[in-house]
């Protein structure tokens, strides 16, 4: 089993920054990938961010390169998501998922995520 927190979310004007935390807990075995979606109201979850943790690849939605960073800080068991440059359009609730692992072609797949944090809302106005 694998518990996941999101915590960072908040409001904030078009071009600032905000943090998402994902505090892990559980088995490491299945949580070798971890992601970050979100889902907007009346639009499908999406893939933002991807980190296999065994290798250390990254994968990003094109929507979000060079603007999110996905990392892990391994002794705090928490994977985190900057966020720079935010704009309206990122407004969604962000969720962490885990799985026990991850390609390119398929990292953002959401239906093959067990597990799931409860999310955390973030709001960007102009």
């Known amino acids: 089993q694998v518990q996941l927190v999101e915590s960072g979310g908040g409001s904030v004007q078009a071009g600032g920054s905000l943090r998402l935390s994902c505090a892990a807990s559980?088995?490491?075995?299945?949580?070798?990938?971890m992601v970050w979606f979100r889902q907007a109201p009346g639009k499908e979850r999406e893939g933002v961010a991807g980190?296999?943790?065994?290798?250390?690849?990254?994968y990003y939605a094109d929507s979000v390169k060079g603007r999110f960073t996905i990392s892990l800080d391994n002794a705090k068991n928490t994977l985190y998501l900057q966020m720079n440059g935010l704009n309206p359009e990122d407004t969604a609730m962000y969720y962490c998922?885990?799985?026990?692992?991850?390609?390119?072609?398929?990292?953002?797949?959401?239906?093959?995520?067990?597990?799931w944090g409860q999310g955390t809302q973030v709001t960007v106005s102009l």
């Open positions: 559980g088995s490491t075995v299945n949580r070798r990938c």
């Open positions: 998922a885990a799985r026990f692992d991850c390609a390119s072609a398929s990292w953002h797949l959401d239906y093959l995520y067990t597990y």
């Open positions: 980190l296999r943790t065994t290798s250390g690849s990254t």
